[in-house]
């Protein structure tokens, strides 16, 4: 008798997937909170736009108050606890039900899909279209998240489609 299936594999790499999400953003967090200074200069240059053409016109933009500079830092922190919150609250819940029916185990992702729902929106919209499009953070050659969130987000959407398809029986 055939003990692994397809479905079992299928499950159990949609929550592996979860496990590889649930420690990236273990790490990005314990980064931004163990080296607060680097990261907060990085933000920092990002908002106050100094680092761009100074003929630009969109320099009316930035955000120079340090005080908003460090609360905006702090909700994309809070964003990455929430996203990594669920996402290890989502990998529990897929490993606890992967010999479960494929209707419990589809119901178990919820989690997991608001997690990385929640990251998406992050380094999506965050990252990529306020950072790069309102803060043309892509115009600076030295402080630029565009091409990192970029490869975050060229890895989470596929992974979110894959996750949310029902293709366990």
Known sequence: MNLITTNHIIKFSKATLMLFFSF???LVMYSNITDYTTNYEY???ILSMDTIDASSRY???AITSPILQHRIYWLIITFEVMYTSFCILG???LYKNINSSSKKFHEAKKFAIIGLLIALFLYYLGFQ???AEWF???QSKQWNYKDWAQHIVDFMLPSLLYLAIRIER
């Open 129 to 131: 279209v306020i950072g």
């Open 91 to 93: 990998t529990y819940n």
């Open 136 to 138: 043309n953070m892509d």
């Open 43 to 45: 933000l920092s240059h």
């Open 59 to 61: 320099s009316e933009r």
């Open 24 to 26: 990236f953003g273990l």
